[in-house]
């Protein structure tokens, strides 16, 4: 009887050996997880104030994108205002042009109804214009018509 009492203060002393060993290596993987979690906790933290100065950003962002398309519209608008007194100034010219062209005609003798194209030619006398004005209706007259 006395082997077996031996026999079990052996055996329970080889498993609080155990035990212990197995007690000692659970502490260190116990305090690397705890080291883990604050440096897990100061990720966290740091994760937190990117995700708040990227939320501020992005509201900056929002803010500057509506007023560049505020400005825009507002240029656009101006643009079109333009572009319609540019395309009325251009019907305007053109009328002028157009105008134009049939004065010089008339001036010229061109245009059906003026004396010239009738067949009433004016005798060369009547037809020459007074001194001063006929080197300047002359020059004008070719300006006009090397425009067509």
Do not use: C, W
């Amino acid at each position: 009887m006395v082997g077996l009492g031996l026999a079990t203060d052996v055996l329970l002393a080889v498993l609080l050996v155990a035990v212990i060993v197995y007690a000692v290596i659970l502490n260190r993987k116990l305090a690397v997880l705890r080291d883990a979690k604050e440096e897990f906790e100061a990720l966290l933290a740091s994760f937190g104030d990117t995700t708040q100065q990227a939320q501020t950003n992005l509201d900056s962002l929002r803010e500057e994108a509506q007023t560049v398309k505020r400005d825009f519209d507002q240029e656009l608008e101006q643009m079109k205002t333009s572009l319609t007194e540019v395309h009325s100034l251009a019907d305007d010219l053109e009328y002028l042009v157009k105008r134009g062209e049939k004065v010089a005609d008339r001036l010229v003798g061109k245009e059906p109804g003026s004396t010239a194209a009738a067949g009433n030619a004016p005798d060369a006398d009547a037809a020459t214009p007074a001194q001063g004005q006929g080197a300047a209706q002359e020059q004008f007259l070719r300006a006009l018509q090397g425009m067509r």
